[in-house]
Structure formats: structure tokens, C-alpha cells
């Protein structure tokens, strides 16, 4: 039993520190620290300094440019980046599509698409969800019918993460629908810039453009941009979403989050004492604080239980629910910390260079907008209904 | 990192394991808990005579000079068992508060016993008015020629009942709440003016409230310097918690057991309970609860026996606080899911989710440490 980090874990760490504070832009880091508004050119330039560092594919093997960072490694850089303000990695292309390429691509397609990952060249978004898939996302619709040299794609995906963003898409599509649900889904790399195709906007209850829907009109896209083999997408998408779930805990994002929520409570004032002094705010906090230590031991108990290697079970679809729970939880209690201040809405103060005065506290304004937000993250990645149903079939054995 | 026990570590669980497994069937629990003693005096020897009672004490003493991570491994199983035998009061409560605070020559005359097991101690540090603050201490130590005077009234004494000494906390100086002036003193519960009023506890155990009507002590059953002993009450406090956080997973993991075993047998509108997404959700949420209790058991065990910091004091209102919620939320959830089987005494889940809530009530519950943690960490 040993709780601490090997001279070795400490050493690294030291780098990491030491990176980010000679190569992390500040004014980056000020829009992460403050929630405010990322663009994409900010998450451009981010991407390139991480690239040029050699550390932007933490996980892919290093003969394909990646680091090959240990779990407890990666574990480091999580929270440091937490710390520092680091924007939040887009996953679509470095760890969504890379290891499906990686795992079941042809050589050729590792040739074309890994280079243009770690390049920046390529911004990937993942075709997953419908209108009438979500939970049930192996009830997917849209249908590819092999013409020729090329797949005819028709139907809609949804809920595109940063999809107006993108230049490919990764899609599950139907290409066999004689057999089991599961059974007759392939996965298929699409160029955005194919003729059929149309991005629309979603604006999420906050205000925001983050996810879009993307229709799909007889789009041609060749035979060789098909991974692995027809009809056998489905493995290669569970796959996929075993990548996913590990992180989507955040705890590192947590402990940055209820750092934040601390400043502001000792700056917002209640009964004349800050609120970070209030009987009933300050425990509040404090239950928050001490669930989220709890549940970053119970991340480093998986961290050090896969470290020889292999993917976590069902264990983090637990720590899944449980991070996402924490982290709604602080967003919900930065809102309450701003009492009346919660309802005005001023866009800008959103913006990093807005130099006027404050109405109320230089961090409020996206605070509301924020806990909205965040309600998504215990509906994506697989709801943490879902998350349940994994963990009862997979551990319980219900 | 490393969140596996060592191969010592691991052979004193699996020891603890198979005398528990052996010894401490429901039924014969049930027998023992119904007993004068309120336990086994038979298993109690065959702890000592593992050298069990001797973990936390030095070589010289018998021990092995085990740590937070050791005794985290005996509690675990005796929590597994219900084990109703004094092994918190005598062996960590009374054991530590000797050895961190008694002179060489007390700790010779009452350590070996305890380390043994030859000599039962019990601890009384509550009173009627203190609820979980051991700060608070009106039970007075006046200075009568060479010795002292004692008099007061000490409150749920977990295993006085039936100790051979108590340990009990007297102000010499100072008032109520104050964290100066207290003292602590070694009784014989023979000593003329000590009372005890005996009751069995809700979960099974035994206890008595003690009433100290003109107690003359010696000098030496004072244990450290006077009036300093707040800081060692503390400490000592904090293994405990520790301990008791251990405990309580090992309860957590049998009533979890039982659960989802019950959820896969009782059939109901023609299939097992458990394909009921409601059980099988309130099943995963105790599982998970029952995780991050572990998590915090296993950080409360590696802060233990370290220096006091403000650090240790944190972690300790942190795993406090979450084993007892996760306690309650097992206890309840588990007795929901179990349905009326859940609530008769014949049945041992009901006994399982009442040591859980139990322990919520031993050294301060959730509540009492979250402003604990709250007051530690942001009043300032």
C-alpha cells in the first residue's frame, strides 16, 4: 500500500509543470479558468504547441507519433491541466477515431488520417447519435447502399459535437438491414466536404453553438473509406466507446472547478462574511470537497489497477456517474453563489478583453449559462442510466 | 501507487478471515450478543492467542508494531463478522491513549495486559451534554494530597460493562469547552465511588453509562502531563475513526452481498427481483457508495498513525462524513430492497444495517464532521 507518486511519476509531473507554464497562452488559459468562450483558432494554436511538444497522442503507440503516457501519466496530466487552465482536449479525432483506425484501419488509412490528426490539419466530429437513437444507439437509421466503387449515404445524425468545426465525420451507418440490429452497422470516414451534406446548428438552453445536426443526401463516399469490415461497425463503435468513458469522470476538471467556486465564495459576501464562512454554504462546499476526494482515490484505485496495461471495466461507467454527479454539483453551487447575480445575462462579459466595470463579480457572467451547460454531462457519453445498466450486467451480473 | 496490501498485510487479513469465518456463524453471533458478556470470551482468547490484540503495540509489548494499513485489515473482517468483541475500546482506544500518553512504567503495568488480551480497557471520553465534541468535559479532577478526586458522569461507554479498566477524560482546570485543562485518568471499575448502569446498544453490543461520586485516584493513574491531554484524546480519536472506517466497509461489503444475493433469488411477478431496473439502479448506488467508502477508508488508514497535520485532521472528517452517508444509504437502500425479510430480527441483513448506523453515531456522524471539515478547512 502506497499512496504516492514514484521519484519518477514526481519527475514527470516537474515537466509537465515546467511545459506548461513556458508554453500554455495565457489568455487561453484565462478563457478556461473563467468558463468563457473558446474559439476555434484557440483551440488550434493549443493543439499545435501540444503537437510540437510531441504530447497531443498521449495514448497512441509511438510509432504512429504518440507518447504511449502510462495511466498514471496520463492521470498527471489531467489534473495538472485542470491547474494550469489547459483547454479541454477535442477528442473526436486524437482519441475517438484514431484508436479505431489504429486498432482495425488499413495501413493506407493509418498513412492518411493519423499525420493529419497530429498535424491539426484534420478537425474530426463523430456521427453517432439520431432522432431516434440515443440510448439505443444500435436502432440507427441512416443507410449506406453500396453503389459501385462507393456507399450511398442517406439520413441524419445529431447532436455533433462542434461539427461546424469539422472537415470529417466518423459515421455509424446501416448497411444491412436483413439481420440483428447490432449486426448489419458499419463504420464509415467521411471527407464534410462531400456534395449532400448539410450542417445545422443546435442552440443548447444556454445559448450556445456547440452541437449541430448533419443531414446526409445521397452522399457518395468510396468503398476505402470504409474501417474494418461491412457490417461489422459495431465492435468497432463499443470499442470506441470504452476510449470514451475513461476521463469523462473529470476529476481533474472538478478539482480546477471547486478551486474556482472557492475564490468566488470567499469573495461574495452573505450576512457581512463571505459566503465560504456561511454555516450553510461553507458545508455544502465542504460535502462537494469531500465527495470529490473520495472519488479521486477511487479514480487512482483504477488508475493503478490498469496500469499493467488494459482498459478499465465497468469500474469507471461507476466513477462515470459519480464524477459527472460532483461536477454538476460545483456548477450548481458557483450559480447559488451568486444570489440575484445568477439572472442577469451579460454577454459581454464573456469576453476575455471586455475592460468596462463588472455588475457583479468579473466571474459571474458565465456562471448561470455554465450550470445549464453542464447538465449534458450526465446525458453524453452514455447517460449514467446507461452507465447503471453496464454496471448491473457487467459487475452484478443482474 | 499501490492500493494492494503487502504479503504480511495480506496473510493478517486472511488470518482474521478464516477465524472469523470459523467462529462467528449469524447464529452463534446471535447467541453471543444475547450473553451476559455481550460477546465471546472464547473468541476474544483466540485473538489474543493469534497475537490479534497485540497488532498496534510494539515488539516489545508482544506486537508487531502495526500500522493504519494493519489494523485496517483486522477491522475489516471483524466488521464482516459483526464481531461484538471490545477490540476498538481495549486494543486501539485504551491500547493508544496508554501508549501515547502513559510514563514507561504505566505503560509496562497496563499495556502487556491489554496487548494480551488478558485485560479488557474500555474508554469514557462522552458525557451527557458533550454529544460528539470530546472538548467538552464537566466531569471535574481536583487534587486531594497525593492523588485526585473524581467526579462527574461518563456517557456511553461502548464495553465498559464488563472492562477491567477504563480510561476515562476529568478536567482539571478550565471550563466546559475547553480544550485545556483536561486530563486522563486510569480507573479499576472496583474502585469504591465508581457506578455503572448497564444496557445492551441497539446493534447488539453492550455499554453502560458510569457515574464517578468522590473517586479516589493515585497520582500514577494520571496518564501525561496535566491538564494536556485534549491533543492525545485527538489523535487517538483519529485512529479510531480510522479503525471505524475500516469496520464499517467490511460491514458494507456482507450487506451488499446479501443484497444483490437476494435481488438474484426472490422471485416476484415470475422472475427474479433483480431485472427490475429500479433494484438493479439502487443496487449499482450501493455498490458505488460502498466504493468510495473504500476509498476513503484506505486514504483515513494511511493518514492513522501519522504525524497530526491539518491534512490528517481533514482526511479523517472526509472518511468519517462518506462512511457514515454511504452506511446509511446501504442500510436503508438494502433494507428497501430486501423487502419484509429486510425488517425481521431472524434474518441477518436487519443486524448488518444496524451496525451501520451504529458506527454513524461513534465519534461523531456525518453531520458533526462535515462542520468539522468545514471549520478546518475555510474558517480563517
Known amino acids: 500500500m502506497n499512496l504516492n507518486y514514484t521519484p519518477e511519476e514526481l519527475a514527470f509531473r516537474d515537466e509537465v509543470r515546467a511545459f506548461l507554464e513556458a508554453s500554455l497562452p495565457a489568455d487561453i488559459a484565462a478563457r478556461v479558468k473563467g468558463y468563457r468562450r473558446l474559439t476555434k483558432a484557440d483551440h488550434q494554436r493549443w493543439q499545435r504547441i501540444l503537437s510540437a511538444q510531441g504530447w497531443y497522442a498521449s495514448h497512441w503507440p509511438k510509432a504512429y507519433g504518440g507518447v504511449e503516457w502510462t495511466p498514471v501519466q496520463k492521470h498527471i496530466w489531467d489534473e495538472e491541466s485542470g491547474r494550469y487552465g489547459v483547454p479541454r482536449s477535442i477528442p473526436f479525432g486524437v482519441n475517438m477515431v484514431a484508436p479505431v483506425i489504429i486498432r482495425f484501419g488499413t495501413e493506407e488509412q493509418k498513412r492518411t488520417y493519423l499525420p493529419r490528426i497530429l498535424s491539426g490539419e484534420d478537425w474530426w466530429c463523430q456521427g453517432y447519435s439520431e432522432p431516434g437513437a440515443g440510448s439505443d444507439l444500435a436502432s440507427l437509421k441512416t443507410r449506406a447502399v453500396r453503389d459501385g466503387d462507393h456507399y450511398v449515404v442517406n439520413g441524419q445524425k445529431t447532436w455533433t459535437t462542434l461539427g461546424q468545426h469539422a472537415n470529417w465525420i466518423f459515421c455509424l451507418v446501416r448497411t444491412n438491414t436483413e439481420v440483428k440490429a447490432q449486426e448489419g452497422i458499419s463504420f464509415l470516414l467521411i471527407d464534410m466536404a462531400t456534395p449532400g451534406i448539410t450542417v445545422r446548428p443546435i442552440i443548447t438552453l444556454d445559448g450556445e453553438h456547440e452541437v449541430n445536426e448533419v443531414f446526409f443526401e445521397d452522399v457518395r463516399v468510396p468503398v476505402d473509406n470504409l474501417v474494418g469490415e461491412e457490417d461489422k461497425g459495431w465492435t468497432y463503435a463499443k470499442y470506441l466507446l470504452t476510449y470514451e468513458r475513461t476521463g469523462l469522470a473529470g476529476i481533474g476538471l472538478s478539482k480546477a472547478a471547486l478551486e474556482h467556486l472557492k475564490a468566488l465564495a470567499s469573495r461574495r459576501l452573505r450576512n457581512g462574511r463571505p459566503l465560504l464562512q456561511d454555516p450553510t454554504f461553507s458545508q455544502r462546499i465542504a460535502q462537494v470537497e469531500i465527495d470529490l476526494m473520495a472519488a479521486s482515490i477511487s479514480n487512482l484505485r483504477i488508475i493503478a489497477s490498469v496500469e499493467g496495461g488494459g482498459m478499465p471495466g465497468a469500474e469507471s461507467s461507476m466513477l462515470k456517474v459519480r464524477g459527472t454527479e460532483i461536477r454538476q454539483a460545483i456548477t450548481d453551487l458557483a450559480r447559488r453563489a451568486l444570489g440575484p447575480y445568477a439572472l442577469p445575462f451579460v454577454e459581454e462579459e464573456l469576453n476575455l478583453e471586455y475592460d468596462g466595470e463588472f455588475l457583479s463579480d468579473e466571474h459571474a457572467a458565465p456562471l448561470a449559462a455554465q450550470y445549464f451547460n453542464n447538465r449534458k454531462l450526465s446525458i453524453f457519453g452514455g447517460s449514467n442510466e446507461i452507465q447503471k445498466n453496464i454496471v448491473s450486467k457487467m459487475i452484478l451480473g443482474l | ?380
Open chain 2, 1 to 380: 501507487m499501490d492500493f494492494q496490501l503487502n504479503e504480511e498485510q495480506q496473510m493478517l487479513q486472511d488470518t482474521v478471515a478464516r477465524l472469523v469465518r470459523g467462529e462467528y456463524s449469524f447464529e452463534k453471533r446471535l447467541a453471543f450478543s444475547a450473553s451476559d458478556l455481550g460477546f465471546s470470551a472464547d473468541f476474544w482468547a483466540q485473538l489474543s492467542e493469534l497475537g490479534l490484540t497485540a497488532v498496534p503495540f510494539s515488539e516489545s509489548l508482544g506486537g508487531f508494531g502495526g500500522g493504519g494499513v494493519e489494523v485496517q485489515s483486522v477491522m475489516t473482517e471483524l466488521g464482516r463478522g459483526l464481531c461484538l468483541e471490545p477490540y476498538l475500546q481495549s486494543v486501539i482506544l485504551a491500547g493508544g491513549l496508554i501508549a501515547q500518553a502513559g510514563s514507561n512504567s504505566q505503560k509496562e503495568r497496563w499495556l502487556a495486559g491489554i496487548a494480551s488480551g488478558e485485560q479488557k480497557a474500555a474508554v469514557g471520553l462522552q458525557e451527557p451534554q458533550s454529544f460528539y465534541d470530546l472538548n467538552s468535559v464537566e466531569t471535574r479532577a481536583e487534587r486531594n494530597g497525593e492523588g485526585y478526586v473524581l467526579n462527574g458522569r461518563k456517557a456511553v461507554v461502548i464495553g465498559g460493562h464488563c472492562a477491567d479498566l477504563i480510561v476515562v477524560s476529568a478536567r482539571t482546570a478550565g471550563d466546559t469547552a475547553d480544550a485545556d485543562g483536561i486530563s486522563l485518568f486510569v480507573l479499576s471499575p472496583d474502585t469504591a465511588g465508581v457506578e455503572r448502569r448497564s444496557y445492551p446498544t441497539i446493534d447488539g453490543a453492550r455499554g453502560c453509562d458510569i457515574t464517578l461520586n468522590q473517586v479516589q485516584v493515585s497520582a500514577d493513574a494520571r496518564l501525561g502531563e496535566e491538564g494536556q491531554a485534549a491533543g492525545v484524546i485527538e489523535y487517538q480519536a483519529g485512529r479510531a475513526i480510522a479503525a471505524l472506517c475500516a469496520e464499517a466497509v467490511g460491514v458494507m461489503e456482507v450487506a451488499n452481498e446479501l443484497t444483490l444475493d437476494y435481488l438474484k433469488q426472490r422471485k416476484q411477478f415470475g422472475v427474479p427481483i433483480g431485472k427490475f431496473q429500479v433494484l438493479q439502479h439502487r443496487m449499482v448506488d450501493m455498490m458505488s457508495e460502498l466504493e468510495q467508502a473504500r476509498s476513503m477508508a484506505i486514504l483515513a488508514a494511511s493518514v492513522a498513525d501519522g504525524d497530526q497535520s491539518l491534512e490528517r485532521r481533514r482526511v479523517l472528517a472526509a472518511a468519517k462524513n462518506v462512511i457514515g452517508r454511504a452506511g446509511q444509504f446501504i442500510s436503508e437502500a438494502g433494507i428497501q430492497s430486501h423487502g419484509g425479510i429486510g425488517m425481521t430480527w431472524e434474518y441477518n441483513f436487519a443486524h448488518y444495517a444496524k451496525r451501520l448506523i451504529a458506527i454513524n453515531h461513534q465519534l461523531g456522524d456525518d453531520d458533526f464532521h462535515l462542520e468539522r471539515y468545514a471549520s478546518l478547512s475555510y474558517a480563517h
